[in-house]
């Protein structure tokens, strides 16, 4: 199914797995560390006894499928060259504020390598101040059996310099260089997506191109040399947008917020190719200035991330909220800090999140709880 009546942008997130490139998010003025802090908010009712951390069924992670690991596809050298704080970072397990469908490439059998500066892109805004967080990094993408989602991605754009199979780096309004772009490695696409601030005299398009290339070729290489770029199957090329309703985030936020796809016409990128095939969803809603205000993902056979982001303390394991609609081996948990509050439930080991920044609704802790219970319960 190919609907281009709503759309995810490519400017600058091919490299947000399923969530719109140039996706920023709303964040506070004040500190940015976030370690999850305190709240007052109280869940809506208490945590039973069915509900434990032992008893929850998170499902097991897949195997590593065929292609290449991480340090492979992301060699110190040609990362630096580009964006020289970034360090190798499981994007999905170690950032504060992922998104769900980042992990939609390696459901589907391929991969999603990151190295950054230790922020997340959500967690970034274009009309930011000094102390707040910036997002600088790398991701590569590998989709098998993408060779017809490759060519769907260039005819499916309004203009070629659009597609996000185009290489090209370029700079923004909001000072900063992306570099997009992908190639084909046998039947695999590779996607290969920077950020840089402008905060350095190199730092720009003309001087980062030609690097950006060497790390594309680079992946391509690797992907080339590995099973990934030979697996032969269905070859889907079918993608779509999630339907966004912005009733249930609009009951509990202070701000006006929109959904951020909705009469666009940007074509889609690896993401929504690889989302598509694996049954997620991401809604993204925005307030001013297109900073992100909201964003919920659902990816079916995912909640081992939890688990696992509950092992490195970036999902808060004290923080348990009890939801309507919540089976014996279901779960939730609330997460809050200076940035955003999550919630995130896995049930029947989908991984579904619902988060909300601190300056879309000024009790986040207990809006976004209420967006939560209102939404998984209807």
């Known amino acids: 199914m190919h609907k281009k009546t709503v759309t995810r942008g490519v400017v600058a997130v091919a490299l947000l797995a399923a969530l719109s490139t140039g996706m920023t998010a709303c964040t506070?003025?004040?500190?940015?560390d976030p370690t999850p802090i305190p709240t007052d908010a109280s869940p809506s009712s208490s945590p039973t006894s069915d509900h434990t951390p032992a008893t929850t069924d998170f499902g097991t992670e897949p195997s590593a499928g065929g292609a290449p690991a991480c340090d492979a596809l992301l060699p110190d050298d040609l990362v630096r060259a580009l964006v020289p704080d970034a360090e190798p970072v499981d994007a999905i397990t170690e950032l504060a504020h992922p998104a769900a469908?980042?992990?939609?490439?390696?459901?589907?059998?391929g991969t999603g390598c990151w190295a950054s500066n230790g922020s997340s892109p959500l967690?970034?805004?274009?009309?930011?101040?000094?102390?707040?967080?910036?997002?600088?990094?790398?991701?590569?993408?590998?989709?098998?059996?993408?060779?017809?989602?490759?060519?769907?991605?260039?005819?499916?754009?309004?203009a070629p310099a659009e597609s996000a199979t185009t290489v090209r780096c370029a700079a923004s309004d909001a000072a900063?260089?992306?570099?997009?772009?992908?190639?084909?490695?046998?039947?695999?696409?590779?996607?290969?997506?920077?950020?840089?601030?402008?905060?350095?005299?190199?730092?720009t398009p003309e001087a980062m191109q030609p690097e950006y290339e060497a790390l594309l070729e680079h992946a391509r290489e690797t992907v080339a040399a590995s099973p990934a770029a030979s697996v032969d199957g269905d070859d889907s090329d079918d993608w779509s947008f999630t339907d966004c309703t912005t009733d249930?985030?609009?009951?509990?936020?202070?701000?006006?917020?929109?959904?951020?796809?909705?009469?666009?016409?940007?074509?889609?990128?690896?993401?929504?190719?690889?989302?598509?095939?694996?049954g997620g969803s991401t809604c993204r809603f925005v307030g001013p200035e297109y900073a992100t205000g909201a964003v919920y993902a659902s990816v079916p056979d995912s909640g081992w991330v939890v688990e696992q982001r509950l092992a490195a303390g970036t999902v808060?394991?004290?923080?348990?909220?009890?939801?309507?609609?919540?089976?014996?081996?279901?779960?939730?948990?609330?997460?809050?800090?200076?940035?955003?509050?999550?919630?995130?439930?896995?049930?029947?080991?989908?991984?579904?999140?619902?988060?909300?920044?601190t300056e879309a609704a000024s009790d986040t802790a207990a809006a976004v709880e209420r967006w939560a219970a209102s939404s998984f319960g209807s």
Not at 28 to 32: E, F, K, N, R, W
Not at 192 to 198: D, E, I, K, T, W
Not at 324 to 332: I, K, Q, S, T, Y
Request: net charge negative; glycine share 6%; proline share 4%.
């Open 101 to 109: 469908t980042w992990n939609a490439t390696r459901l589907a059998g």
């Open 176 to 203: 900063r260089v992306y570099c997009n772009g992908g190639v084909l490695a046998g039947t695999a696409w590779v996607d290969v997506a920077v950020v840089r601030l402008q905060t350095a005299s190199d730092a």
């Open 123 to 158: 967690d970034d805004r274009a009309a930011r101040t000094a102390d707040e967080p910036a997002y600088e990094g790398v991701r590569v993408a590998v989709l098998p059996d993408a060779a017809a989602a490759f060519r769907t991605a260039g005819t499916d754009a309004t």
């Open 28 to 32: 506070p003025t004040t500190s940015a």
């Open 248 to 278: 249930g985030v609009a009951a509990v936020a202070d701000t006006t917020l929109r959904d951020s796809v909705t009469l666009t016409d940007t074509p889609p990128t690896i993401d929504e190719f690889a989302q598509s095939r694996v």
């Open 316 to 357: 808060d394991r004290d923080g348990r909220v009890d939801l309507p609609g919540l089976g014996a081996r279901d779960a939730a948990w609330r997460t809050c800090d200076e940035l955003a509050c999550t919630v995130d439930v896995v049930h029947d080991r989908t991984w579904t999140q619902y988060l909300l920044t």
